[in-house]
């Protein structure tokens, strides 16, 4: 039965894609923020061990925006695209604020744990809800500009350093309470997303037909258990504690096993029950089992793709500033040296983001995706290099680097909704975008030690080759150029 003809109006689109965006953006500030004030904060918080502190806080970060891409994805697919929007953008509101209250460093981890769940279900969601509302050949755009949205938030984080660090001179302490404390301000968008943006017709439809009340909460235990097994695997990697690689890899293994599974189970219990429940009332299944296979091959498709790209944006790209830190240190270069290496990534990033999608959309999505990888490791090849000094090749080599890296961010809104049907395509899209960042966790808690045994450059032209990884596994998924979004 066909999805009926579109009813919302030209305002309610706009209005949608206006909230999608700030949404986007703001969760692209959140996420730029920690980074920033993140050094001065565990500075005070936790003197002898912040950097190490900082290293667990980044990984729990991580792992807490795999949860929160299924469990806002789940509330998504049974309640609406709107009201979870709402509140995953009220979860990491309020919680990101909170941390500028901390007074211990394992009180930043917590509340930015809790923050991540929110910042990894808007993802989700707003892919969901603008896919939904916006299709057709708009769609490539607006998929790029969702990409684009959150770098905007990254580098107004970057002018606003500069802008305070100029304005309080170089002896005056930075106020990082103040700014956590100010990352609350994106709370007031929840009054206007309730008010003015409408629900998705597609889901809507879905829950005419009763398909939504087969998401049980039940369910959320297995993602609860997969949360779990996924913060056991940064502890066991963690610099907190001593272990050694016979402790670590085992564990790493069935932990990685049991989360990919717990993450998977509320979709896999969904597809059983929506099958059972329409056989037994007369009718045929909502979805075969070769449907619900097809599904379950998708979701560890999706997770593999965006593996990669996460693995290897947190294994590199992230610590670039760090980076410029050390470069300026030992040399000279400008005060805020750091900052406009941010700018310039998030410069190339909104960009890149932008002309990803747009060249899916013409030449397909596997060789695009092919590009991208083989684009992303020359570009880190390039940059992270042992004779690099801070000067106008590191800015602009930065700059192309943040632009291929970034282009994954808009490549995967645009490719991941075509692999799932509208009831399963929050819930489904949240787990193959957000698992990735349980192994790119791992990544971020292993980049110093490599830095400490091969030195920063080379660790980071290391963990790039990971990206080889990703022109193989895209070929063995389905090329939906020029095929309808599936309903």
Known sequence: MPTPPSTISNRGKWMALIAALLGWLFDGFEMGLFPLVGGDALKELSPESGSTWFSVIMAMFLIGAATGGVLFGWLGDKFGRVRAMAL??????????????????????????????????????????????????????????????????????????????????????????????????????????????????????????GTTTHWATRDLMGVLIGCAAATGVVFVWSPLIETGFAVQIPVTIISLGIALVGYMFPV?????????????????????????????????????????????????????????????????????????????????????????????????????????????????LLLFREDMVYGPEFLWLSCLAGMVTAGFYGFFPFYLPELFRTRVRATSQGFAFNFGRILAAVGALQTSRLEEAFGFAKACSALAFIYLIGVVIVWFGPETKGKPLPE
């Open 268 to 380: 896999w219990r969904y597809l059983q029950r929506s099958d059972k429940s329409s056989i037994a009332a007369g009718g045929k299944a909502f979805s075969s089992s070769a449907d619900a296979g097809s599904t379950i091959k998708r979701l560890l498709l999706g997770a593999s793709l965006t593996g990669v790209a996460l693995l290897g944006t947190w294994g590199t790209i992230q610590w670039i500033q760090r980076w410029a830190r050390e470069l300026i240190k030992d040399g000279k270069g400008p005060r805020f040296g750091a900052e406009y290496v941010g700018m310039m990534i998030a410069g190339g990033a909104i960009f890149g983001t932008i002309l990803a999608a747009v060249i899916a959309d013409k030449i397909g999505r596997r060789i695009t995706y092919t590009l991208l990888c083989l684009g992303s490791l020359g570009a880190c």
């Open 88 to 209: 995953s953008i009220f979860t990491y509101s309020i919680f990101s604020g909170l941390c500028g209250l901390a007074t211990e460093a394992w009180h930043v981890a917590v509340l930015r744990f809790i923050a991540s769940l929110g910042m990894g279900g808007e993802w989700s969601l707003g892919v969901a809800l603008i896919t939904e509302i916006w299709p057709g050949k708009s769609r490539a755009f607006i998929a790029g500009l969702i990409g684009a949205a959150a770098n905007v938030g990254f580098l107004l984080v970057n002018i606003l350093s500069v802008s305070l660090r100029t304005a309080l001179g170089p002896d005056a302490p930075f106020p990082w309470r103040l700014l956590l404390i100010a990352g609350a301000a994106p709370a007031l968008l929840v009054f206007f997303i309730r008010l003015f943006v409408p629900e998705s017709e597609r889901w809507l439809h879905e829950k005419e037909k």
